[in-house]
């Protein structure tokens, strides 16, 4: 399906090309990765790549790789608890969690619990 795991590790320097994903990894999920996914040379199947306002997360605790929107996401970490969809509402790209407390309003997509089926047409 995809050739990255949970937990795999993503050269943010190669990958990230826009300056506000840049700033994220800077400044608010230092430690994490994020990459872009337009960048070819990682597979992502066509029906979890992240449109704009959404990313695609991969974690420890998630069975596989799924798309959330931004808007639904708050990352928690020593320095912020700001919602992630506030801050860059435009945002998006690939976001690869280790350990990361993921809250939703929506119960069903928290992370460690399976996902929703979703068909997306591209």
Request: hydrophobic share 30%.
């Amino acid at each position: 399906m995809s050739n990255f795991s949970p937990g795999t590790k993503v050269d943010v320097r190669h990958c990230v090309s826009d300056l506000n994903t840049r700033e994220i990894v800077e400044h608010w999920i230092s430690g994490y990765s994020i990459f872009d996914p337009s960048n070819k040379s990682i597979s992502i199947p066509s029906r979890l790549r992240p449109r704009i306002g959404e990313v695609l997360i991969v974690s420890e605790s998630s069975p596989r790789p799924f798309r959330k929107k931004l808007s639904d996401i708050r990352l928690h970490n020593p320095k912020t608890s700001k919602p992630f969809g506030d801050v860059y509402p435009r945002s998006s790209g690939a976001i690869l969690i280790e350990g990361a407390t993921i809250e939703s309003e929506e119960e069903d997509l928290q992370i460690g619990l399976e996902p929703p089926e979703e068909v997306f047409d591209d």
